[in-house]
């Protein structure tokens, strides 16, 4: 499956972004999503998860709260909705699909290529 996250700007702080990941080449629906971000001189982080159907979500204790993960089988397309963005959200932020509901970073077979959210302070 090939996916294409966007969506990214510059906001300011406590403001909102929504993200969306797009994906194409196989069944959208038979994997579940994730959305994970990578600050500079950082590892990459998980930030949110979804399951094929929408039903079960995963957040980080960091974005719990203020963000929220969502999906559209229609469209074939997951969303992150970041409300009360902080300076430390800041990172490129990528998309990932796989078979199974994870928020490990290495069970992700397939991964897009990242949106860049940049907040002021």
């Known amino acids: 499956v090939q996916l294409q996250a966007f969506g990214g700007g510059l906001v300011q702080a406590g403001g909102s972004l929504r993200l969306s990941c797009a994906a194409s080449?196989?069944?959208?629906?038979?994997?579940?999503m994730g959305w994970f971000r990578q600050a500079p001189g950082k590892e990459r982080e998980f930030v949110a998860a979804i399951g094929l159907t929408g039903g079960s979500t995963y957040y980080s204790a960091s974005v719990k709260g203020r963000f929220t993960i969502s999906r559209d089988n229609s469209k074939n397309t997951v969303y992150l909705q970041m409300n009360s963005l902080k300076p430390e959200d800041t990172a490129v932020y990528y998309c990932a699909a796989d078979g199974t509901l994870s928020w490990r970073r290495d069970d992700y077979d397939y991964w897009g290529r990242g949106t860049q959210v940049t907040v002021s302070s």
């Open positions: 080449g196989r069944t959208f629906s038979r994997y579940a």
